[in-house]
């Protein structure tokens, strides 16, 4: 095994295993959070300096502060934005056949007075 595929085994079970941390918080809500492949490669590329520890706190803010807002809306079209580490994650909500829901992460980036160029239905300050 090289040097570069371990790092790449080793970001893809940090990803996996955050991936798992937010599925349990917000089992509460019988939703299930999906990273899309492109979240997966902006954390391993242009994004990399995002930390874990960010994301997950920036989800957890989002839990705590909007849990009643992300499955009021069966098709949900969102903006996770912390003014705090200036993280902005569009993420999708959908109900599934059998009444969950999934949420399910478009991109990340950390950019300061981000605006989306597509049609957003809400931006969840955290």
Partial sequence: MTFKSFLKELDDRQ???LERSLDTLFSRLNVDVEFSNHFKERLKGRESEIKF??????????FLKYRDGIIQDPELQGLLKDIFTYLNIPFGVH???????ELRTITIMK?????????IDKVFTV
């Fill in 53 to 62: 520890d960010e994301i997950k706190e920036a989800f957890r803010k989002l």
């Fill in 95 to 101: 109900k599934k056949a059998d009444g969950s829901y």
């Fill in 15 to 17: 990803i996996f295993s």
């Fill in 111 to 119: 950019k300061r007075n981000f605006v989306p160029n597509n049609s």
